[in-house]
């Protein structure tokens, strides 16, 4: 059994900081690429960053050059540092792994940026 388990979200100010992490564990085999995607109610989920076991990495436009994504292979850990944070920033974040067999979702965490 895959589990994603996912912290960091909360509330903040605009213009202030936060820290995403999934921790990805269970029997997941040759894992491809590990991501954030981001939604909002009535909208669709939209990508945030991805990055490859290599190291390769893919952001929004959106969030280039304020937002961070990394990954620790040995611990199956992705995370997100979230700079300058922007009020359109705000939705429920969800970390995506896509692994040779199959692709798991986390259940999600709220980030909310104030104004």
């Known amino acids: 059994q895959v589990q994603l388990v996912e912290s960091g979200g909360g509330l903040v100010q605009a213009g202030g900081s936060l820290r995403l992490s999934c921790a990805a564990s269970?029997?997941?085999?040759?894992?491809?690429?590990m991501g954030w995607y981001r939604q909002n109610p009535g909208k669709q989920r939209e990508l945030v960053a991805t990055?490859?076991?290599?190291?390769?990495?893919n952001y929004a436009d959106s969030v280039k050059g304020r937002f961070d994504i990394s990954r620790d292979n040995a611990k199956n850990t992705v995370y997100l540092q979230m700079n300058s944070l922007k009020p359109e920033d705000t939705a429920v974040y969800y970390c995506?792994?896509?692994?040779?067999?199959?692709?798991?979702w986390g259940q999600g965490t709220q980030v909310t940026v104030s104004s």
């Open positions: 995506r792994v896509v692994a040779t067999l199959q692709t798991y």
């Open positions: 269970g029997s997941i085999f040759s894992i491809i690429a």
């Open positions: 990055i490859t076991s290599g190291g390769s990495t």
